[in-house]
Antibody, heavy 123, light 106 residues
Framework: QLQLQESGPRLVKPSETLSLTCAVS??????????WGWFRQPPGKGLEFIGI???????YYNPSLESRVTMSVDTSKNQFSLSLGSVTAADTAVFYC???????????????WGKGTTVTVSS | SYVLTQSPSVSVAPGQTARVTCGAN??????VHWYQQKPGQAPVLVVY???DRPSGIPERFSGSNSGNTATLIISRVEAGDEADYYC?????????FGGGTKLTVL
């Protein structure tokens, strides 16, 4: 059974870089039919797409965040990561990782999610 | 790019049918997926590809998509269905979510 687990600092200072990792277990991150994604949800608000990455390193980012976002993948550790730079209080949110696909049939949905991790931006 | 419009809230009595809508221009040409999110929990996929259910999701959950509106239909609503529901599609390289609908079971 595929499981995803987010990890990283819970508190980040303004102007610094938020870094999170998603560990994948019960399946391989090199599965050719899926991307791996990051999403966030500010307190009391809806879901927001941050970006997705393929095991080859190919990425799609939300245009509104693209200038501050970098995603990477480590196939040897079966995990992928998110960096979000120059954070402000507006970046405070629950961050989720998820598996995205299967895109060979043209579907990009999130069938498996991590439990989420709360990140607060504050000095 | 697509902007998905959902009503902020829907209320329904137990045993009745709830319809949660997601509107956008020509959304019927896209594959729409739906998520249920309960407080403090991660989203759960309840319908994908407009009409299909993942394993483990009750048959009471179904979907349709035509023209400018996609709809999540929850039959015989139960108290445990009270949650936020989000529609989602893929458009030009990005994942797009609707703003979410809070389903209240009266």
């Amino acid at each position: 059974q595929l499981q995803l687990q987010e990890s990283g600092p819970r508190l980040v200072k303004p102007s610094e870089t938020l870094s999170l990792t998603c560990a994948v277990s019960g399946g391989s991150i090199t599965n050719s039919d899926y991307y791996w994604g990051w999403f966030r949800q500010p307190p009391g608000k809806g879901l927001e797409f941050i970006g997705i990455i393929y095991f080859s390193g190919s990425t799609y980012y939300n245009p509104s965040l693209e200038s501050r976002v970098t995603m990477s993948v480590d196939t040897s550790k079966n995990q992928f990561s998110l960096s979000l730079g120059s954070v402000t209080a507006a970046d405070t949110a629950v961050f989720y990782c998820a598996r995205v696909g299967p895109f060979h049939i043209g579907y990009y949905y999130m069938g498996v999610w991590g439990k989420g991790t709360t990140v607060t931006v504050s000095s | 790019s697509y902007v998905l419009t959902q009503s902020p809230s829907v209320s329904v009595a137990p045993g009745q049918t709830a319809r949660v809508t997601c509107g956008a221009n020509n959304i019927g040409s896209k594959s729409v997926h739906w998520y249920q999110q309960k407080p403090g929990q991660a989203p759960v996929l309840v319908v994908y590809g407009d009409t299909d259910r993942p394993s483990g999701i009750p048959e009471r959950f179904s979907g349709s998509n035509s023209g400018n509106t996609a709809t999540l239909i929850i039959s015989r609503v139960e108290a445990g269905d009270e949650a936020d529901y989000y529609c989602q599609l893929w458009d030009s390289g990005i994942v797009v979510f609707g703003g979410g609908t809070k389903l209240t079971v009266l």
